[in-house]
């Protein structure tokens, strides 16, 4: 298997993690979007990371249909990170959120650095989108007791959630202040701590369709 795109992004890394976990070796192409997008283009017409070639040549995009693939490739038995029946209803709904999240802080951190006068409008809207939306997976996060979101075993949820903290603390270091966040915080750390985590891991660093950094 091959999988395309750089770690800083969450998705990417959420699903290169889910890769590590289960045991899959594949080849990693760090491609950026702006640089390598013609690249990439060759084979996701849509030009989007993740996206992953698979050992047949079928190529998958989109990090949720990816992971559900992925699931699916190596069977219910080895899929620790899934969930089924009410739990697996509930590990997408808080998946939903968090990648919800990282998707906004991407909105948030091109529109702050790629165009000329960010749109106020705009801005707050993705703050807003953004901060709200963390005060409810801290609220879901503090009401659970056990070591992960659902169990002593760490799950889809809990990688799309430490990811997206991970980066929205990097990206937008400046914009959202984390002292009303504790829950989340420790969540990241403790996912963060884990090999998969560091193994699966870059610092963010902005590429613009320039390539200036």
Known sequence: ???????????????????????????HRPWSVFGDVEKIAKLNPLRRVPTLVLD???????SLTILLAVDQLVGPQRAS??????????????????????EKAVSLVYERELR????????????????????????????RSSVYLFDDALSHADVILAAAIRFVRE???????????PALIAHSDLCEALPAFREMSQPFKLATPDGAA
């Open 56 to 62: 047949g040549g079928e190529v998958v995009t989109d």
């Open 1 to 27: 298997m091959i999988l395309i795109g750089q770690y800083d992004s969450p998705f990417v890394r959420r699903v290169a993690i889910a890769l590590a976990t289960y045991g899959l070796a594949f080849e």
């Open 116 to 143: 000329d006068e960010a749109f106020p409008l705009w801005v707050e809207r993705c703050r807003a989108q953004v901060g709200e939306t963390l005060d409810l997976l801290e609220a879901m996060r503090e009401a």
């Open 81 to 102: 990170l899934a969930r089924g029946g009410d739990d697996g209803r509930e590990l997408q709904r808080l998946s939903a959120f968090a990648a919800g999240v990282a």
């Open 171 to 181: 990206a937008l270091s400046a914009e959202f202040g984390w002292s009303g966040w």
